[in-house]
């Protein structure tokens, strides 16, 4: 009778051993799968960072393609860029009817956000008042021509550079 007491204890004792392993074992792939899953979704962060904010520059400009309807200059002025330190995008503002002049969406880097605000010409609004769009380092625009460049710095250091050709002759197509 003894013998039969000792026996089941020590079959309980390696149920409860191999409860413990198997405990163990779920643990360590846990731990392993949240660290995998962590890396992936920080490379997909920054993968996503680096591209939203020129792939939206460029949705802008491709929107707004028409012929003399882009301009960069600062942010107080479109057709001169060192009026201030802003390098700004001049989009302008296209309604349903045409053209509407005078006003322009303006896409700017400012206090640590790109930025944009749609505007008259002379508004008198201020850098802070733009809709903060993403966070960023910076953001450099130029034209030469026909030919917008853009390079995003994003909020890693890394930048993200675009050039962009405004190819329609007036009419949007």
């Known amino acids: 009778m003894k013998k039969e007491a000792t026996s089941h204890h020590m079959d309980g004792v390696y149920v409860l051993l191999l409860f413990a392993v198997f405990a163990g074992c779920i643990l360590i792939v846990l731990l392993f799968g949240a660290s995998a899953y962590e890396k992936l979704v920080e ?18 400009v491709r929107h ?8 960069v200059g600062s942010f107080s002025d479109r057709t001169d ?5 802003i390098d700004t995008l001049y989009l302008q503002f296209v309604g349903d009817e045409g053209d509407i002049p005078g006003f322009y969406t303006k896409i700017y880097y400012y206090d640590g956000y790109i930025r944009e605000v749609l505007c008259a010409e002379d508004s008198g609004l201020f850098p802070e008042d733009g809709s903060k769009i993403m966070a960023a380092d910076g953001l450099e625009i130029s034209k030469s021509g026909n030919l917008i460049s853009c390079i995003v710095i994003n909020e890693d250091g890394s930048e993200s550079s675009l050039k962009l050709a405004v190819r329609s002759g007036g009419n949007k197509q």
């Open 43 to 60: 490379r997909d962060q920054a993968a996503y960072n680096q591209r939203t904010g020129i792939q939206y520059l460029a949705a802008k």
């Open 64 to 71: 707004s393609d028409s012929a003399d309807h882009i301009f």
């Open 81 to 85: 860029a060192s009026a201030d330190d």
